[in-house]
């Protein structure tokens, strides 16, 4: 009879631990597919993000666009495309890097830079988010690296708008800076000596579009930080969540530096 309740005893935990490891799976399933949920609804984020900061790109930078390529441009990030390919030197780019170097060449005579960069971090999120394999069913689908990759290099960027110049001196990219203190610069680099009055008659203070103590542009700073948040938490998700760390460390990371 002891031997009996024994084996029945045996054969009840056997059974509930089969249960148990069978319902764990199957909470581990649910989580995961919750996870990919997520994670795309932060690809799409990234990608209205990117709208965002191409029209307001757009709009400081009205010369560093092409006109023709713009609705096709558009298009591609709406849709949730890649199809774009810009020719460039007779050659059409194809990697992300190909197009982020030339976005951040110092060569002051490289047209349509904005269109790039754009296409550049487009091309990066697309290739992290896997979206030639259409939307994952699970986080596991996803390569951790790949995340980490794109974080820095998005940190990397929001560096290098601030701070990259050309051969002569100019920003690449006009986006923090105010009008009032462009024009300033171009009459010091002209050769005149700055003076209150050079000041007060610079166009966008007598024309009365800015003050002198007009705070500076921090739209684009704050689009790029909400890219570098949903990337986060992309990462997050699927286990990886980046490291801040220095920025020489970070650039190592991308390549077109």
Known sequence: MNRFLSLFGLLVLFVLSTGCATHQEKVSEVLQSHGATQVN??????LSLLVQYKEKLDLRNPSHYSKTQKAYIYNNLQQSRNTIRINYNNTYLKTYDDYLRIAFDKNPNINDRNDFLILGLHKLIWETYQRDKGHQ????????????????YLEVIRWKIRTAKDTNGNYLFITWQNNWQIELEKKIKQGNLPSWQMIENLPSLLNNTEMLYSPSNFNFEVLLSQMIFHVKNSA???????????????????LFL
């Open 41 to 46: 609804r932060d690809y799409k984020s990234l």
């Open 236 to 254: 997050r998700i699927i286990g990886e969540e980046p490291v801040d760390i220095g920025i020489q460390t970070m650039i190592t990371f991308a």
């Open 137 to 152: 069913l699970t986080t596991l689908s996803y390569q951790k690296e790949e995340f980490k990759r794109l974080y820095y």
